[in-house]
């Protein structure tokens, strides 16, 4: 069995995906930090099958939660402190993303113009669908647009 120390203060995402860590890792832009990071791949899960795990030795409010939302709200965010959860924090869909999809129209002005910010806003909660806030093209649910 393999065994990981437990941290004493940062967060624990689990539930993730399995495959997803890496993804969630870079976005997370966790390779930057200065600080120590598990990355548990194919996980037993007795829910999902298999699933992946983030251990994360830092100060909590490193996390972007919007950027980790819009790559999978249903990913459980656990807080330590002390080396205990603390908390368990729910994600939701934030209304208004920057920085996190580019857009892919190349007709849109993000396209000619490079300094500005790639915005999407939330246009469909239920499909969890967004769209550019300039020229309104759906995001797409690939991370290759991340």
């Not at 396209?111 to 969890?128: G, M």
Request: aromatic share 4%; charged share 30%; with cysteine.
């Amino acid at each position: 069995m393999l065994n990981v120390g437990k941290i004493e203060e940062g967060f624990v995402l689990d539930h993730i995906e399995a495959g997803k860590s890496l993804d969630i890792y870079h976005h997370l832009k966790l390779d930057k930090l200065d600080c120590t990071v598990a990355i548990i791949k194919n996980a037993r899960s007795n829910k999902k099958g298999k699933k992946d795990i983030l251990k994360v030795e830092c100060d909590i409010n490193t996390l972007d939660m919007d950027v980790l939302a819009v790559i999978d709200h249903n990913i459980t965010v656990n807080v330590i402190k002390n080396g205990e959860i603390v908390e368990k924090k729910e994600l939701t869909l934030p209304r208004e993303i920057h920085n996190v999809i580019k857009c892919r129209n190349p007709r849109c002005i993000t396209s000619i113009e490079q300094e500005l910010p790639h915005i999407f806003v939330l246009a469909d909660e239920d499909k969890e669908i967004y769209r550019c806030k300039y020229c309104e093209e759906k995001a797409g649910n690939s991370s290759s647009q991340w």
